[in-house]
């Protein structure tokens, strides 16, 4: 089956999938939601500066782009699985990379699409699964897996999946909790019982996912970790940025070698 003919068709899963139908329900339920600054996702809009940060500065490092570019990312095929409703994958097509955008839930798609099309942007979103896209022999110079991976039903086959969804010399962005009592406390019981910041539930500490358990697949799918590191939160200045601390939110960076 080819690319054009897969376009915007919702995903005919493998025998093996990593998808968890019970958190595609969550965020379908809240797919609305997704571009209010002010409403569940806040917390997604708050992190999103220093995400696109780490982003563009590597990406821009690995490919010899000029990071100062409004158009840095021009020419790079970029694909964000998890989508959701398109908060990264935007700014990334601003930056002129190609971008898909691929979500088990095709509320956040529909989200996502009409978003995208209010601010005159050409992002080819799909209802699909990293494991569909695999076995359509997609390949991108960029895959961003962020705040995905602790939602997922399998771990090690969906790192493993997105890896190969890299090409050759291309390289990945993983960003999601680390399963500590750390993270526990403020991930989970500050954020989302005491905070608000997220509905409660949007995370289960069981399912947090400690630096190892992305790295192994990862190495056993042939991709090399390049860098790696925290991101905290700043209550004073009610902003994120990074950190050697990767106690609770982390991010990582793989290369898959030429």
């Known amino acids: 089956m080819t690319t054009a003919q897969n376009k915007g068709s919702p995903a005919k899963n493998p025998a093996q999938t990593t998808v968890d139908q019970e958190e595609v329900a969550h965020f379908s339920s809240i797919a609305s939601e997704w571009w209010d600054p002010t409403g569940k996702f806040r917390p997604l809009h708050k992190f999103s500066p220093v995400r696109i940060s780490y982003i563009k500065e590597y990406a821009c490092d690995h490919f010899g782009r000029d990071e100062m570019s409004p158009k840095a990312l021009e020419g790079l095929r970029i694909l964000d699985i998890g989508c959701g409703g398109g908060l990264l994958a935007e700014p990334m097509a601003r930056m002129g990379a190609t971008v898909v955008g691929a979500d088990a839930s095709e509320t956040n798609i529909k989200v ?8 005159g942007l050409n992002i ?14 997609e390949q991108f110079d960029v895959v961003l897996n962020m705040e995905v991976v602790e939602h997922v039903a ?3 086959l969906f790192m493993q999946s997105c890896a190969g969804l890299v090409r050759p010399g291309g390289i990945m962005f993983t960003a999601t909790i680390n399963r500590t009592v750390k993270a526990y406390a403020l991930a989970i019981v500050a954020a989302e019982r005491v905070l608000r910041w997220l509905p ?21 799918a042939g991709m090399n970790i390049y860098e790696r590191c925290g991101v905290s939160f700043n209550p004073l200045t009610d902003s994120w940025s990074r950190t050697t601390n990767l106690d609770v939110n982390y991010m990582v960076v793989a290369r898959k070698p030429e």
């Open 154 to 156: 399998n771990v090690p």
């Open 200 to 220: 409660e539930g949007t995370h289960q500490y069981e399912k947090l996912v400690r630096p190892e358990e992305l790295e192994t697949p990862l190495n056993e």
């Open 124 to 137: 080819d979103y799909r209802a699909q699964t990293a494991e569909f896209l695999v076995e359509a022999g």
């Open 112 to 119: 996502a699409r009409l978003h995208a099309q209010q601010s």
